[in-house]
Nanobody, 121 residues
Framework: QVQLVESGGGLVQPGGSLSLSCVAS????????MGWYRQAPGKQRELVALIISGDSTNYADSVKGRATISRDNAKNTVFLQMNSLKPEDTAVYYC???????????????WGQGTQVTVSS
């Protein structure tokens, strides 16, 4: 019902920047929240940044001051800009959307396929 397509990521040098984007498509009635999570090898998936209706944002302590999340409501797209990247930012980054599909009374969580971000010289 709802599909997410991520773009961006790749190999970045320490101190560099990255930009990720994620487009939600399908039979969407409304989107409650959009965000980014990441999972490093051997670790649990963790929240990176979240933006909810009204453009309220929430960031993990580890990325505060280095990350900016934004969204284009008209295009059902969420963006993540991260600066001053560190090797510990290396992970698979997943787009997350909580949305209410058309003809549904409830909202559900949807995940992208993930995009690898590697911070290394």
């Amino acid at each position: 019902q709802v599909q997410l397509v991520e773009s961006g990521g790749g190999l970045v040098q320490p101190g560099g920047s990255l930009s990720l984007s994620c487009v939600a498509s399908g039979r969407i009635f409304s989107i409650n929240a959009m965000g980014w999570y990441r999972q490093a090898p051997g670790k649990q998936r963790e929240l990176v940044a979240l933006i909810i209706s009204g453009d309220s944002t929430n960031y993990a302590d580890s990325v505060k001051g280095r990350a900016t999340i934004s969204r284009d409501n008209a295009k059902n797209t969420v963006f993540l800009q991260m600066n001053s990247l560190k090797p510990e930012d290396t992970a698979v980054y997943y787009c997350h959307v909580r949305a209410r599909p058309q003809y549904s009374m409830g909202s559900f969580n949807y995940w992208g396929q993930g995009t690898q971000v590697t911070v290394s010289s």
